[in-house]
């Protein structure tokens, strides 16, 4: 049997997402998503319940989903693709398909194996230095603007952590097209969907908007703003990521002022807004670097958020794979024809 793997947010899950499972179904038998949970790695809470947000990919085709453990999924590019390539890897499968802005796969692994050459890791670490910011600094490097687009940076890295962990699984990539101002497009982003309702009935699906919480953003904005203005400079410089005295600067903000205002004051050339961001939520849910070390050294475990019933027998099988350090548990089981809730323990169906 063979087993596709998609590395995801579903934030919310929108037609393109749709396509992407429905070219992986093409090239396997079972399409295994790993999913970031109830935080993305944009720093910020997801726009609905990661079981919710697992119900919808089953609906769109995927036969099982399960968690990105929160430290990966609100972690850097580097860090989530590790994370979501090594459970997937150790669900047993074959290849890993995601979208990406280049579409070509060979370009792809072209930067990703000048980026595992010691000479290109010490330009980077030269225009580091010089403030600029990662993805900028890699630019440089390696004398191509392929990193500037999110969805290479992550195809990339997802590349890398294949090769790191000696994993079989083969790399596929699809062009990744969301530029929906233009006519006769098919494809919005999860940005555009979050911030434009209107959008929302032509590029997602009626039981995605209506579980989607609009204001969770905004209470989550405010509420960081109190966490920070009651934690001291010494909490925050153990916060994973934090170096340079970042703690300091974040805590001689102005917390009064708003988040968008906060972040701004934060932000440089160096630590791009996005990886703000991160820090924030990280501080809040205490996340520091020596949790980053023993996430990335040691055994990871998933959490089951959604299968559909006809793939219960391939969950089996993965179990039996696996050795005694890696669990596979299932809260919630979601019946994919029904879209209803099932018992929280994991049955085995007829």
Do not use: W
């Not at 036969?63 to 929160?70: A, K, R, S, W, Y």
């Not at 209107?198 to 009626?206: A, E, I, P, S, V």
């Not at 809730?341 to 085995?348: E, V």
Request: with cysteine; glycine share 6%.
């Amino acid at each position: 049997m063979k087993i596709a793997a998609i590395i995801c947010e579903f934030n919310p899950i929108h037609t393109g997402h749709k396509r992407l499972i429905d070219y992986a179904k093409t090239i396997a038998e079972k399409v295994v998503c790993v999913m970031s949970g109830n935080f993305v790695q944009r720093g910020m809470p997801a726009c609905a319940d990661k079981y919710d947000r697992a119900r919808h990919a089953i609906l769109c085709g995927a036969d099982i989903v399960v968690e990105l453990p929160t430290v990966f999924a609100t972690s850097s590019a580097e860090d989530f693709a590790y994370g979501g390539v090594k459970i997937a890897n150790q669900l047993g499968a074959d290849c890993l398909v995601f979208g990406s802005e280049c579409g070509d796969i060979e370009k792809l692994q072209e930067i990703a194996n000048l980026l595992d050459d010691e000479s290109i890791n010490e330009k980077i670490q030269t225009y580091l230095a010089q403030g600029n910011s990662y993805p900028k600094a890699v630019s440089l490097a390696v004398n191509s603007d392929i990193l500037q687009s999110p969805n290479n940076t992550l195809a990339i890295e997802y590349i890398r952590a294949i090769k790191k962990i000696g994993s079989k699984i083969k790399p596929i990539t699809i062009k990744r097209e969301d530029n929906y101002h233009g006519e006769g497009v098919e494809y919005a982003s999860s940005t555009a969907l979050r911030k434009d309702i209107t959008l929302r009935n032509k590029f997602t699906f009626d039981f995605v908007e209506t579980d989607i919480d609009d204001n969770i953003e905004e209470k989550f904005c405010q509420f960081a703003c109190h966490h920070l203005a009651i934690t001291d400079s010494q909490a925050l410089s153990k916060i994973d990521g934090v170096a340079e005295g970042l703690n300091n600067k974040i805590y001689k903000a102005d917390k009064h002022l708003g988040y968008d205002t906060l972040v701004e004051q934060i932000k440089s050339k160096r630590y791009t807004r996005a990886k703000i961001q991160r820090i924030i939520l990280r501080s809040i849910l205490g996340i520091e670097e020596f949790d980053m070390c023993l996430a990335r050294d040691g055994e990871i475990q998933t959490k089951v958020l959604a299968i559909r019933t006809d793939a219960v027998a391939l969950l089996q099988r993965c179990n039996d794979q696996l050795d005694d350090s890696f669990t596979v548990t299932a809260d919630k089981l979601y019946l994919s024809f029904s879209g209803k809730k099932a018992p929280t323990k994991l049955q085995k169906i007829d």
